[in-house]
């Protein structure tokens, strides 16, 4: 009876299998997170409104959300580049190229973030060929953003990838046969159907980018105003015990990342009723 | 997905493209993009990726060998970090199996059935990898720390979670919570309901149908899916550096006991344990690439 709403099916386990999804989810999942909602409401909205808006605060999800959006538009453009590649090219070395692009979801960040303080600290393999020109990277905000597009460039090239193996090469023969140029063929008939996949791609990459925290600490400095990043300051007010602020902080970052997946679910939505795929 | 004759096809397109322009001088293929444009291209894609991404990689390596294979060796057999090493497998020992008996389930009902909310429950699987490390190491702490939600009757009763083991497997389980789904719904969709509705036919009870045909069929995804999770789950900082209070020999990880000796500034010591996380994500890469091949074969194999 309780789940009668389902259509029939001949198959078992129906209950008992989404019963268990809903329970596991709630119990790791949702419950915790209302307890951040809760948190936040204890707090009030004249109270988030003043926690966040502190200076020093809204410094470091300035960072956080600049440099993350930089990350991802670098990205968007390398990662067509890779993606590309890869999809049409045969070249020696490829299937290795391929299978680097996940190094950033396979290494964990801890070690992506010493070894990247490592290489762009002054004394470092590229820190020191800047070091003579008076550039600094590391403990910089241009060091999170070394960072950041580490961490952003696979979620680019693997939403854009399928749906370039995808395309019709038909439609770019008749775009030619018409008398189109290959650069008229690839930004008026190629580029435009990829649109959707590279927005997913740019939105999942900016919300990994402003949650980041593992890879960024190491190389960022950390100085408050300047290269504080805001995952970082909900580390520092909780050990401060101030709960209060951490929970200001999280509700900002939640909000956005649920506002991300929506507009990644409505490009999604729109792209599989203009294109007839997602 | 691109099966074997449109590779082939691209792959003769290329070869008829590239390799004339010796003997006959031939225009540029209509579909394809000129030589000079291509190499630009190619060297565009690879000089980006080895800097941002190989250099990082060999770093590590050479950063943990500086001072000899002694010192590497040494710091990998320190206590602490074998006390490191002990936690990080046993997190994932928990982690891994919990969220793989919840990746089946859910794979199972959001595929093989069709129910209202089905894509908002698929959103909310979702939801951990879109919420930042360290806010979701934060809920724990509202829930079960000192000041949490349950603070008190925890202490009450002489529980902990935060500041020890159990919060560390909590923050993992959570971070690492789509893994496995994320790998089965879409192949579990796309291989239908078909072979169980023959094997029930047959008369197979539901147990024997999950057993040898569903099972069978995914299990390539789902060992892969098992890879990506446990890669994780050893790996995960953000999430498990909130929760753990890092005591040293007892709630650190790997990733935290790296964390400490580079902020001690025990460079080589540091860079060996990373080391070892960094061949762990070098196994996880070559067995994706493997099953990779192997079920995209199967999906192939299925659809003709």
Redesign the interface.
């Known amino acids: 009876m309780a789940f009668s709403f389902r259509r029939k099916s001949a198959i078992p386990g129906f209950g008992l299998a989404l019963g268990y999804t809903i329970a596991y989810l709630g119990l790791i999942v949702l419950l915790p997170l209302a307890a951040l909602v809760l948190r936040a409401a204890e707090v009030g909205p004249s109270g988030l409104y003043t926690l966040v808006t502190d200076p020093r605060v809204l410094g470091a999800l300035r960072t956080s959300f600049g440099l993350a959006l930089l990350a991802a538009a670098t990205n968007a453009v390398f990662g067509m580049i890779v993606a590309w590649v890869l999809v049409r090219y045969r070249f020696p070395g490829r299937g290795l190229v391929d299978a680097a692009v996940d190094l950033p979801f396979a290494l964990p960040t801890a070690v992506a973030g010493i070894a990247l303080a490592a290489l762009y600290a002054p004394n470092g393999w590229i820190g020191s060929l800047f070091e003579p020109y008076g550039i600094k990277i590391a403990f910089t905000p241009l060091g999170i953003y070394i960072a950041l597009v580490f961490i952003g460039l696979p979620f680019i090239v693997r939403t854009v990838q399928p749906v370039i193996a995808e395309c019709d090469r038909e439609i770019e023969e008749a775009s030619a046969t018409l008398g189109a140029n290959r650069w008229q063929t690839v930004f008026r008939v190629v580029l435009p159907p990829l649109t959707p996949a590279l927005l997913t791609g740019f939105a999942l990459a900016f919300a990994r980018g402003v949650g980041e925290y593992g890879s960024i600490i190491f190389i960022a400095g950390n100085i408050p105003y300047i290269s504080e990043i805001a995952p970082l300051l909900i580390v520092i007010k909780l050990e401060e015990y101030d709960y209060a602020g951490a929970t200001a902080i999280a509700t900002v970052m939640l909000v956005v990342a649920f506002a991300i997946l929506l507009a990644i679910n409505l490009v999604q939505a729109w792209s599989r009723r203009r294109l007839g795929h997602a | ?2 099966d074997a004759s449109t590779i082939l096809q ?2 003769a397109h ?2 008829g493209g590239g390799t004339t322009a010796g003997t006959t001088r031939r225009r ?1 293929p ?5 030589p000079v ?2 190499a630009v ?2 060297g ?3 000089a ?2 080895s ?7 060999v ?2 390596f050479v ?1 943990a060998l500086r001072a000899g294979a002694g010192a590497y060796v040494a710091a990998l057999t320190e206590p602490d970090a074998v006390a490191a090493i002990q936690l990080t497998l046993m997190v994932a020992a928990i982690a891994v199996p919990l969220n793989l ?2 990746g089946v ?2 794979a ?3 595929a ?5 909310g089905k894509s908002f ?1 698929v ?6 990898f ?7 190491g ?6 079960f ?1 000192a ?3 349950f603070g008190g009757w925890m202490r009450e009763n002489g529980v902990e979670i935060i500041f020890a083991v159990p919060g560390i497997v ?1 923050a993992t ?2 971070v690492t ?1 789509p893994f496995i789904a994320r790998e089965l719904i879409p192949l579990m969709e796309e291989q239908g ?1 078909g072979d ?2 023959v094997a ?2 047959l008369g197979a009870s ?1 147990l024997q ?2 057993w040898r045909v569903t099972l069978p069929n995914i299990r390539f995804a789902l060992l892969y899916g098992v890879l ?1 999770c446990n ?1 994780r789950a ?5 999430a498990v ?2 929760v753990s209070g890092k005591i040293r020999g007892y709630t650190t990880t ?3 006991h ?2 400490i000796l ?1 902020n001690e500034y025990n ?1 080589v010591a ?2 060996a344990v ?1 080391s070892v ?2 061949l ?3 196994v ?3 067995a ?2 493997f099953l990779e091949s192997r079920y995209s074969d199967e999906l192939a194999a299925r659809s003709h």
């Not at chain 2, 209509?30 to 000129?34: A, D, N, R, S, Y």
């Not at chain 2, 050893?234 to 953000?238: K, L, R, S, V």
């Open positions: 997905m691109p691209q792959n290329v070869a540029a209509v579909t394809g993009e000129g444009a291509r291209l190619i565009v894609a690879i980006f990726l800097l941002f991404l190989l250099l990082p990689l770093v590590v950063e008996v919840f389930a859910a199972w009902a959001v093989k059935f069709e129910f209202p429950l959103s909310l699987i979702d939801l951990p879109s919420v930042s490390p360290v806010v979701a934060l809920v724990y702490v509202l829930l720390g000041q949490g939600l909590l389980v959570f919570f309901t169980e509705e029930m036919t539901g149908t999950f990506l890669a050893m790996g995960e900082f953000g550096a909130v790997m990733p935290l790296v964390e580079y460079s540091a860079f990373a996380l960094a762990l994500a070098l996880t890469l070559v994706k690439v």
